[in-house]
């Protein structure tokens, strides 16, 4: 019931391509990250997923084209589809997904957390 | 999959209180509105009710205090919590819920909508 100032919750952790969960509701979570270069390529089986780009650029990468996402902009990445986000320089990012969603999908690597920090 | 800009979406309609539907994901809605005055005092029975600003200030009122939201910050109104959601001047908010949750709660007004236009 009390305001979360998303901008001071970025603050909160440098690492990139480390999500933190700000909020959950109805069985969803808001996850924030900071994200710079590559991340893996990967998909969800069950799950669908919406970026929201606050600063900097991404690039969603799908197989057979990539779309820019620019602060103030959203992009859905529906299950099933692969994908493989990017960013030239730091670009901060706020997810919406369900509690359940792995951020490396099915893809286990040295980076996939099966538990975001949450602050 | 391809993106979509918040903004933009808000010039295609004028009216207050009306949500409009931009996304639908995991059984949940991204809806946008245009607010200012007051709303009506309602709660949810079964659902969480996230309430971002993109712009302006929203005054999230409950039955003991009132909260107020500015651009980059969100709030949650948990599920059963009575709250009145009032802004002095033009607000934009954005709203992430489940597709089954009614505007007004369980109060059905004039203003009542059961869909919304999907822009």
Redesign the interface.
């Known amino acids: 019931?009390?305001?979360?100032?998303?901008?001071s919750k970025y603050e909160e952790f440098d690492k990139y391509w480390s999500p933190h969960s700000i909020?959950e509701?109805?069985g969803?979570q808001?996850i924030i990250a900071k994200v710079k270069g590559d991340f893996v390529w990967h998909s969800h089986k069950d799950?669908?997923?919406?970026f929201h780009v606050i600063k900097g650029k991404l690039k969603?990468q799908?197989r057979d084209k990539s779309?820019?996402?620019l602060p103030?902009?959203?992009?859905?990445?529906?299950k099933g589809?692969e994908h493989c986000p990017s960013a030239e320089e730091e670009t901060w990012i706020l997810l919406?997904?369900?509690i359940s969603t792995k951020h490396t999908g099915s893809i286990v690597t040295e980076i996939t957390k099966n538990m975001y920090p949450k602050i």
Chains 1, 2 share one sequence.
Do not use: R, S, T
């Open positions: 019931m009390e305001k979360i100032n998303i901008f909020a509701l109805n969803q808001v799950e669908d997923e919406l969603m799908y779309v820019e996402v103030g902009e959203i992009i859905i990445v529906p589809v919406f997904e369900p």
